[in-house]
């Protein structure tokens, strides 16, 4: 018995084939994703891509597209600019709820190809109904991000929770899990598609573009990213993006001084949003779990930890595979608690 884990995000898509002992044979990724859909106003462009990824994935395992019982899917997939739009989950939310509300779709005007499709729901901040644009810094939704979470529970049994999962992609996604496991809350901003945006669309990405100066992996300097935390608590956001122009050209600085300058910024304009857990009359939590980019994680570490008070833990998830396998496990965990798939004997 094969299966598949169906990834899709705003820009990528990615597909992981698993035998029946849950081994991943084959995976595949493709440029493709919602973006796409928004772009050109239709979400053929999506279809066709996941198609085609799905049917490469799938051959290249020496496989036919009917040796694929069927796909778990999650994420903006299942939005309005996805393949098909299906209503988020009201927080609090946990593993069981996110299998007993799993959709089954085989529909091939949905998916051109023969194959089951197990869309997992988001999951949405609870607000009255009568709730207005006065009271928006309470909304937020995660897709996709629920099955990281799940991931993390299944993966890492010896966390203290509560905890507050900080996702750093194409957005920062701060999910709040309580001690029950459940998702509470989350918070997002625009993090990941400004730094892409600023880089490529604007005179700074010139700033910040490497060069034949080559960088140390490692490097980390405080005294940048304690200048960039001071810039934008007291100068804002917008003035600071400015500054590695300056320090290009006036300063004389290297390229990858300016892109950790030009990264702690995000992340320091970032940590602002932790405010709002307020609004949810919640504590912050003393534990955190960062997923995300090797660089990012450190910054994010280094601020909390000495901005923010009462930190406790701080776990850090940045290596491609280990982020991979929060989403191939949250999967498996929630398809397991559905009784789609059978507990290895």
Not at 24 to 31: H, L, Q
Not at 96 to 118: G, M
Not at 142 to 152: D, H, S
């Amino acid at each position: 018995m094969y299966f598949a884990v169906i990834d899709c995000g705003t820009t990528n898509s990615r597909i992981y084939l698993l035998d029946e002992n849950y081994q991943i044979i084959k995976k595949g990724d493709k440029k493709i994703g919602v973006r796409d859909t928004a772009i050109h106003g239709s979400n053929e462009v999506l279809k066709l891509g996941l198609e085609k990824l799905m049917e490469k994935t799938v051959l290249s395992a020496g496989l036919k597209i009917q040796d694929v019982k069927f796909a778990i899917t999650s994420g903006m997939i299942t939005s309005e600019i996805g393949l098909i739009e299906i209503p988020h989950l009201w927080a609090p939310v946990g593993i069981n709820d996110l299998a007993k509300n799993i959709k089954v779709v085989q529909d091939l005007e949905v998916f051109p190809l023969n194959v089951p499709l197990y869309f997992i729901r988001g999951i949405k901040n609870y607000f009255p109904e009568k709730t207005t644009y006065k009271d928006i810094r309470k909304i937020d939704f995660i897709r996709g991000e629920e099955i990281q979470v799940a991931g993390l529970i299944s993966l890492y049994p010896k966390l203290s929770y509560p905890v507050t999962m900080v996702v750093l992609s194409s957005h920062t996604k701060y999910i709040y899990i309580n001690e029950e496991k459940k998702v509470c809350s989350s918070l997002t901003t625009l993090s990941g598609q400004v730094y892409e945006a600023i880089k490529k669309e604007t005179f700074i990405g010139k700033s910040i573009k490497g060069n034949d100066i080559k960088k140390d992996s490692n490097y980390f300097n405080k005294d940048i990213i304690d200048t960039a935390y001071d810039s934008v608590r007291n100068a804002g956001f917008l003035r600071t993006l400015l500054m590695p122009r300056f320090m290009e050209v006036l300063l004389k600085t290297k390229w990858y001084e300016r892109e950790l300058f030009f990264n702690a910024s995000i992340v320091a304009d970032d940590l602002i949003a932790l405010n709002d857990f307020n609004t949810f009359n919640l504590s912050l939590s003393r534990n955190f779990v960062l997923v995300g980019h090797k660089i990012r994680c450190k910054i994010f570490s280094y601020l909390l930890n000495k901005y923010c008070e009462n930190i406790k833990n701080i776990k850090s998830i940045y290596d491609e595979e280990e982020i991979s396998n929060l989403s191939i496990e949250g999967a498996i965990t929630i398809a397991k608690k559905a009784g789609y798939i059978k507990e290895k004997e």
